[in-house]
């Protein structure tokens, strides 16, 4: 018997790290355009007009990858059971010293939450983002409202995804390994997500 359990398939992982590079590029490009502290970062595009175009373009990536990341695993990130509630109440054993044992399924709530949280996020910075590209074709308050909540929601998204990067990588060793390669190893599944271990088992 194998070490290792498939994970994610080849196109789940294609999709995850085309969202990642068009994330990437949209903070890289949209940096400038939040704060004057941060317009030397025009500079990887060639100047200011060059970002906007590419934030534009990579804008629509995300959006349309974004989307199709969630509704890849809409089902298993919006549907919470008692062992989630149970998760939830411990914090996930964030909080403990204590080894935590809960009975998690292919993922666990937080990582649920962060999975809704982008898909919110998609919509809105989608949203208000087709306001703040035309603005002259949208009522004034509009246009300053979409600035107002395409600015918060950027700064949540970059927080979330750090806090997201951290526990997939140093945080939870061996869990990049099924984003890389599609295969985590049987120890490690059975350790973080044992329900999930048992269905695929
Ligand atoms: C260098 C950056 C990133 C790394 C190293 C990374 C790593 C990972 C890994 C290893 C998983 C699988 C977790 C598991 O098997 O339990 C995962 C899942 C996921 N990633 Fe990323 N990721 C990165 C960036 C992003 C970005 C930018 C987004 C979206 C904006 C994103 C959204 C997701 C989502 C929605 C999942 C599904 C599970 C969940 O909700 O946590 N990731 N990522």
Redesign the pocket.
């Known amino acids: 018997m194998s070490n290792y359990v498939e994970?994610f398939s080849t196109r789940e992982r294609v999709l995850?790290w085309f969202?990642?590079a068009a994330?990437i590029t949209l903070v890289l490009s949209g940096l400038g355009l939040y704060s004057r502290l941060f317009t030397g970062y025009f500079d990887f595009f060639g100047g200011g007009a060059n970002a906007i175009l590419f934030h534009k373009i990579a804008g629509v990536l995300f959006f349309a990858s974004?989307l199709l990341?969630f509704f890849s695993?809409g089902k298993e990130?919006t549907t919470f059971d008692e062992d989630d509630r149970e998760w939830l109440a411990g914090r996930g054993g964030y909080l403990s010293r204590d080894e935590a044992h809960f009975n998690c399924g292919k993922?666990n709530p937080g990582?649920?939450m962060?999975?809704i949280f982008?898909g919110v996020a998609t919509l809105a910075l989608g949203l208000t983002g087709i306001f703040i590209w035309a603005p002259l074709a949208f009522p004034r308050w509009l246009v300053q409202l979409s600035l107002l909540v395409h600015g918060l929601t950027f700064v949540l998204?970059v927080m979330f995804?750090v806090i997201?990067?951290y526990l997939?990588?140093i945080g939870n060793p061996g869990?990049?390994e099924?984003?890389l390669y599609g295969y985590v190893r049987r120890i490690w599944a059975r350790k973080h997500h044992p329900k999930w271990y048992r269905e695929v088992e």
């Open positions: 994970r995850h969202v990642t994330f974004s990341l695993h990130v993922f990582q649920k962060f999975g982008i998204a995804t997201h990067v997939a990588t869990t990049l099924g984003m």
